[in-house]
């Protein structure tokens, strides 16, 4: 049984064109997979049709061998947790609060002992634990990020699909974040899914990735060595560049665009 297996799935609006085309591949082990590409893409609209939040034109997305569609929403909650670019939602709860909001699908009629100590312990992972007591919206945009992620982790999913969960972050929390993601799907057999527009921080710390290309098609899926390549950033984003090696993962040095 695959964990997730996306066939042939399509997506669009009824006044615009197709945003997703035919896309179609599978997750059978626990592991680090991103989804990169151009801007406008697809690549959000892809994880939102993953997750039951929007429904495909046609085509079908199954989650543990059911389709996603036949879950309800708590049911869901406790193998998929969705973590969006940046959410406000919450801006007048504390962090605390803001992170035990990912707990509802496990809670009965009250927060307890167990709860708190599942998000205290997703916030020292963000390194944000000194925030607890904290309003959400005191916070920077990186600091919301990273307490939308705690609030991620606290459902203590099966899946774990983010979209761009490093924006807003320096390069030490972007290089921290996809590090501690690594070993979440090491030491928890946890399948993360995540959007990222970071090429050479995908290659390093992702086991595979998809790489997506216009009209919302897949161009390739694969190990990093065999999706980022030059022939792949030529004929996806147009421009020229070397790949260099970095410890076994192919890192991107940028040459010039294409016109």
């Not at 708590?74 to 709860?93: G, Q």
């Amino acid at each position: 049984m695959s964990i997730i297996e996306v066939e042939d799935l399509s997506f669009g609006y009824e006044s615009d064109r197709k945003v997703l085309d035919g896309i179609s591949f599978t997750i059978d082990d626990p592991s680090f997979v991103c989804i990169v590409g151009p801007n406008g893409v697809g690549k959000s609209t892809l994880i939102r049709c993953m997750n039951g939040l929007i429904k495909p034109t046609s085509g079908s997305v199954k989650v543990m061998g059911r389709n996603v569609e036949e879950y309800d929403l708590k049911e869901l909650a406790k193998i998929m947790s969705y973590v969006p670019v940046m959410s406000k939602d919450f801006n007048v709860l504390t962090v605390l609060d803001t992170v035990l909001i990912g707990r509802y699908a496990h809670q009965k009629w009250k927060t307890t002992s167990e709860d708190l100590d599942i998000a205290y312990k997703a916030l020292e992972a963000m390194e944000i634990d000194h925030l607890a007591m904290r309003n959400f919206n005191e916070l920077s945009a990186g600091q919301h990020q990273k307490v939308s992620l705690a609030r991620g982790l606290v459902q203590e999913p099966k899946i774990l699909v983010l979209d761009e969960p490093t924006s807003n972050l320096d390069v030490r929390h972007q290089m921290y974040v996809s590090a501690f993601l690594k070993i979440l799907v090491r030491k928890t057999e946890t399948t993360v899914v995540m959007v990222s527009h970071d090429l050479n921080l995908s290659a390093k710390f992702a086991d595979r990735i998809v790489v997506m290309e216009p009209p919302g098609k897949i161009y390739g899926m694969g190990e990093p060595k065999d999706v980022v390549t030059k022939e792949m950033l030529r004929k996806v984003y147009n421009v020229e560049s070397n790949i260099i090696d970095d410890n076994g993962s192919p890192h991107v040095v940028l040459q010039s665009v294409l016109f």
